[in-house]
Nanobody, 125 residues
Framework: QGQLVESGGGSVQGGGSLRLSCTAS?????MAWFRQVPGKEREGIAS?????????DFADSTKGRFTISRDYAENRVYLQINTLRPEDTAIYYC????????????????????WGQGTQVTVSS
């Protein structure tokens, strides 16, 4: 069917950078990143598909600091996060769909049928 495995999370000081990876087993046209803070809804960050369409739902606090990219040869999607802030602390999830990305999917996590287990990112001030 398909499996997603995230890696790259950790504890970093504010101002640092992380690159999260998600390795997929299976064929997915659309791959995306979400994040979730306990007690809050899962928040869509960005998605990318085989047509190179990139959708993002960056809040003002994340614009210019988050970049999604994809390596089709390795079947991976990455999320580069620069200038990390304490408010970026969350569990970051990879999601995938077998169809091409739809922009509104970032606001409707339930539209993604495939999810990774999540990777924790903790940013200290």
């Amino acid at each position: 069917q398909g499996q997603l495995v995230e890696s790259g999370g950790g504890s970093v000081q504010g101002g640092g950078s992380l690159r999260l990876s998600c390795t997929a087993s299976g064929v997915f046209r659309c791959m995306a990143w979400f994040r979730q803070v306990p007690g809050k809804e899962r928040e869509g960050i960005a998605s990318v598909d085989e047509t190179s369409a990139v959708y993002s739902d960056f809040a003002d606090s994340t614009k210019g600091r988050f970049t999604i990219s994809r390596d089709y040869a390795e079947n991976r999607v990455y999320l580069q996060i620069n200038t990390l802030r304490p408010e970026d602390t969350a569990i970051y999830y990879c999601a995938a769909h077998k169809w091409w990305c739809q922009s509104y999917w970032l606001k409707t996590p339930s539209d993604f049928p495939y999810w990774g287990q999540g990777t924790q990112v903790t940013v200290s001030s």
